[in-house]
């Protein structure tokens, strides 16, 4: 049973930054696919950024591209996402999640998509104002 821990989360004003974390227990491969989603209130669960298991290929949702930044460490185990300029419509709960399959690079956008992913964290809030 994989488990998947997200900190970082806290409430700033627009065009800062903040870094959110996730854990991944040991039972987690390093070879799965690792994403963060966000979920505002009234509105469906999006992909912001995933990441294949050698850290080479990124993918990164049209809202986020050029602020955000997704990155591991496999001797942690730990994904981070780096957020900059942050804009108050960023608001919202973060999840990290695991996808133990990874889909081929030619479909990496799959990985925006929050049906391919097993495992999820409880969130963390991100709130921008």
């Known amino acids: 049973h994989v488990q998947l821990v997200e900190s970082g989360g806290d409430s700033v004003q627009p065009g800062g930054s903040l870094r959110l974390s996730c854990v991944a227990s040991n039972a987690a491969r390093r070879h799965y696919c690792m994403g963060w989603f966000r979920q505002a209130p009234g509105k469906e669960r999006e992909g912001v950024a995933a990441i294949y298991s050698g850290g080479d290929r990124t993918f990164y949702g049209d809202s986020v591209k050029g602020r955000f930044t997704i990155s591991k460490d496999n001797a942690k185990n730990t994904l981070y996402l780096q957020m900059d300029s942050l804009k108050p419509e960023d608001t919202a709960m973060y999840y990290c999640?695991?996808?133990?399959?990874?889909?081929?690079?030619?479909?990496?956008?799959?990985?925006?998509?929050?049906?391919?992913?097993?495992?999820w964290g409880q969130g963390t809030q991100v709130t921008v104002s």
């Open positions: 999640a695991a996808a133990p399959r990874c889909p081929s690079l030619l479909r990496g956008y799959l990985l925006l998509n929050p049906t391919n992913f097993a495992y």
